[in-house]
């Protein structure tokens, strides 16, 4: 069974930074690609950033390129977000994902398995 667990969410003013983990077990975590997906209140859930299995190839939405940087580490089987320039339009739960493919996708139906998400609030 497939887990993954987000931590390092919080609130914090706007420009600053935070940094995302994403800890999963249950398979082979180098094989794929990870994501990260965001979902703010009343809005339906967005792609934000991607990461091949090898971790050289990757993949931003137009909004957080500059801002924010995808990493993984396959020895620890986790995946980061770091997140720099924080504005108020960032706040949303983020999500990590598992990819079903080894290449980095935007599209939703890429990913198989999701986690519970952690909150990103980002005052002005």
């Known amino acids: 069974q497939v887990q993954l667990v987000e931590s390092g969410g919080g609130l914090v003013q706007a420009g600053g930074s935070l940094r995302l983990s994403c800890a999963a077990s249950g398979r082979t975590f180098s094989s794929y690609a990870m994501g990260w997906f965001r979902q703010a209140p009343g809005k339906g859930r967005e792609f934000v950033a991607a990461i091949s299995r090898s971790g050289v190839g990757v993949l931003y939405e137009d909004s957080v390129k500059g801002r924010f940087t995808i990493s993984r580490d396959n020895d620890k089987n986790t995946v980061y977000l770091q997140m720099n320039s924080l504005k108020p339009e960032d706040t949303a739960v983020y999500y990590c994902?598992?990819?079903?493919?080894?290449?980095?996708?935007?599209?939703?139906?890429?990913?198989?398995?999701w986690g519970q998400g952690t909150q990103v609030a980002v005052s002005s």
């Open positions: 994902a598992v990819g079903n493919t080894a290449y980095p996708y935007s599209a939703s139906e890429k990913y198989d398995y």
